[in-house]
């Protein structure tokens, strides 16, 4: 709990506190006060027992060093709470309860005025503040009533958001696809999730079975007529988006939602050809679906307050935290990444071996290295939105040839968390080789570069903006506080661009 639950920005319930032995016991919120308090009275009266379960001593060390071994893997030394935590849980084996309070104040002052923990507070305040109140939103009376929703595509992704939109919304929630068997593919996906969902307990049979009479498919796109809220999530490709909606406009009603589920392509222009282009916005979500808490959504040149006012409403009851950002390549998060993919492939086509590229940026303490991380997106996928970047952009997004023989060859860039020796074998590169602190510092004056020109370009409000996408949707880590405070504190921000990205009170970090 002390060690994971920061690394992966969880929290613990109160019910989960419980059976661990961090609280004694649970009471219900209305009355918390006055039974904690009665509680507490039974213990000093001796009339409630506290019972605790007794510490296994003997594996005290063999768990303290596992994750020693697990922050290594992960933090690579980069984070010094983390380290501190555990020296803390190590001393805490023997030592008396005076002794371990005085060395966790000495921690704790020797912590919390350095560059993490301003970092942290700054992203935490992003994600519990920032994140429900996003900047831009048109009145929220404006938004209209959705009671039915629409999917185009019954594949992996259509799917995963037909089953969100059921259990957050509770509406009718209908699939199409080219064949009914991709249809009934579709369909048995969710109610299979949902069973599951039954099985872990986490639903009940009651609301399941509503669930499932509310779950449909259709190759007969009709269907569609009634639907408040389509949403499409088919192939990346701008033509085939565009005949989708001129197909569906002739269905649909004249108020309903067009959503595309678009990575990286203009909404403009997929709107272009419609007859009410003000009624088309970008639902970007990141996958795992169920998981990732952003949601980018783009405003089209033609997308009107009340499209956007339906679309903020959407996202907030799918628990979503929404962005609002301009119809620009590649949104936030994946021309973010990408700018970052670009250099990093800039680096081994010049020469510089995949294991220095790969380990470059350890100093940061990054949740996944570059391999890994390109690996987890799908080389394909990277490469796709490379390239529309490239064509937008091509003085800074290079197309690597590199790149496209991973993608071509189909081969795993990790084997056993090592780097493929076969993927090695495919590249052809230069003789320049780089060390990894120019890596490192290559990519992020490249970085700082890019978000200034997406900050020029009104991509976003304001630069938090762009942490808290990069928070939520690309798991950047709190010690961080996302990118920008970053780039500001290392001085690279004011190096390449002339000027920091946060006034200095408010992220309060200070140049290391």
Known sequence: MILQNPLTQKVLRPKQAKELGVADALFEAADFLEDSLAWAAGVVQGKVTVERPEIDREMWDGVLWFAKNQLDEKLHGAVPSANKALELLALAKEASFADGTAAETEALADLIMGDEARASLYAFDLVQRRAKRPVGVPDQSLARKVTKVGIVGAGLMASQLALLFLRRLQVPVVLTDLDQERVDKGVAYVTGEIDKLVGKRR?????????????????????????????????????????????????????????????????????????????????????????????????????????????????????????????????????????????????????????????????????????????????????????????????????????????????????????????????????????????????????????????????????QDIDLCMILGAGYPFHLGGITPYLDRSGIAEQVTGKRFLPSGLANVRRS
Do not use: C
């Open 203 to 463: 639903l009940d049979e009651g609301t399941a079975a509503k669930l499932r009479g509310l779950i449909s498919g259709s190759v007969d796109k009709s269907v569609f007529a009634d639907a408040d809220f389509v949403i499409e999530a088919v192939f990346e490709n701008l033509e085939l988006k565009k005949k989708i909606w001129a197909e569906f406009e002739g269905i649909v009603k004249p108020e309903a939602i067009l959503a595309t589920n678009t990575s990286s392509l203009s909404l403009t222009e997929m709107a272009a050809d419609l007859k009410h282009p003000e009624r088309v916005v970008g639902f970007h979500f990141f996958n795992p679906v169920a998981v990732l808490p952003l949601l980018e959504i783009i405003k089209g040149e033609k997308t009107d307050d009340a499209t956007l006012a339906t679309a903020f409403a959407v996202g907030k009851e799918l628990k979503k935290s929404s962005v609002l950002v301009k119809d620009a390549p590649a949104f936030v998060v994946n021309r973010v990444l990408t700018r970052f993919t670009s250099e990093v492939f800039k680096a081994i086509d010049a020469g510089t071996p995949l294991d220095v590229v790969n380990e470059a940026f350890d100093p940061m303490g990054l949740p996944m290295r570059p391999i890994a991380l390109l690996q987890l997106v799908g080389p394909a996928v990277a490469y796709h939105v490379g390239e529309t970047l490239h064509t937008a952009f091509p003085d800074r997004y290079v197309d690597s040839p590199n790149l496209k023989r991973i993608v071509d060859a189909g081969l795993p860039l990790l084997v056993d968390d090592e780097i493929n020796a076969e993927v090695v074998k495919l590249l052809e590169v230069g003789d320049t080789v780089l060390t990894g602190d120019e890596v490192r510092a290559r990519a992020l004056a490249a970085l700082a570069e890019e978000i200034r020109i997406m900050l020029d370009e009104g991509v976003v409000a304001e630069a």
